[in-house]
């Protein structure tokens, strides 16, 4: 599994199983150009913002989109994610975080699962603990109350004390999602998840990670109807939807 799958089995294992065989479709140019500015920023690290936008604007057309104002839109929203990702790669050193990887590969056991994946960004604070960092491009954002428990940090931590990342260290010092897209607004937004030595249930991340892998490998899945319902891409295949009860 990767950590980015917990939050999405958490909330409905049929949904998972569907979407994780194919089940969401052809990406959508949203998507494609979140991914081509976490590759941008991977292939010239810790840059500023014009360097950035100059290197998105190279390979703009490469996301092959039809040419008009739609076109510039998107472009636009692609440097204003530059610029708030860069204003953060800034910021960190000031705050005692400073760059020990990025793009890293994942691949740990823990129990019966086998978490694999690739970390946007691996950190090491002055005291010599590492934090994840997960750059995020979209229009939505986790809300307060939902951070201490998140899902994919809580993996990303417990991935960190499972030695991960070989001799970079196993201390973990928290992890942090970068929101960077339109749910950030004019400067980019830092949500942190506390250390899990600091958690009253210092155990929850791996029990959260153990317990999925089982519920992954059972025989069925259920459907778990939410307000996550009204943005799913296999609706029209869940039995607990109108337009799914005739599968």
Request: charged share 25%; aromatic share 4%; net charge neutral.
């Amino acid at each position: 599994m990767s950590p980015s799958s917990l939050e999405r089995f958490g909330a409905c294992a049929l949904r998972w199983l569907l979407v994780s065989s194919g089940g969401d479709g052809v990406p959508s140019p949203a998507a494609d150009i979140g991914t081509l500015v976490h590759d941008v920023v991977a292939d010239l690290g810790d840059v500023d913002a014009p360097t950035l936008q100059a290197e998105i604007d190279r390979r703009w057309l490469l996301l092959g989109l039809p040419p008009g104002w739609a076109n510039e839109r998107k472009r636009a929203e692609a440097h204003d994610m530059a610029r708030r990702l860069a204003d953060y790669l800034a910021s960190a050193p000031q705050r005692g975080w400073h760059r020990a990887g990025s793009e890293l590969e994942l691949d740990v056991t823990l129990g019966r699962a086998r978490l694999r994946g690739r970390v946007d960004r691996l950190e090491r604070h002055t005291d010599e603990r590492l934090r994840v960092v997960d750059y995020k491009t979209g229009s939505s954002k986790p809300t307060k109350a939902q951070m201490p428990r998140h899902p994919q940090l809580g993996a990303y931590q417990a991935a960190v004390e499972a030695g991960a990342f070989g001799e970079l260290g196993d201390g973990t010092a928290g992890a942090a999602l970068v929101q960077v897209g339109k749910a950030a607004g004019s400067s980019f937004v830092l949500q942190q998840q506390a250390p899990l030595p600091t958690d009253e249930d210092p155990g929850w991340a791996r029990t959260l990670v153990e317990q999925a892998a089982e519920g992954m490998a059972a025989a069925t899945y259920h459907a778990r109807p939410g307000p996550h319902c009204a943005r799913c891409p296999v609706r029209s295949s869940c039995p607990a939807q109108r337009d799914g009860r005739t599968i």
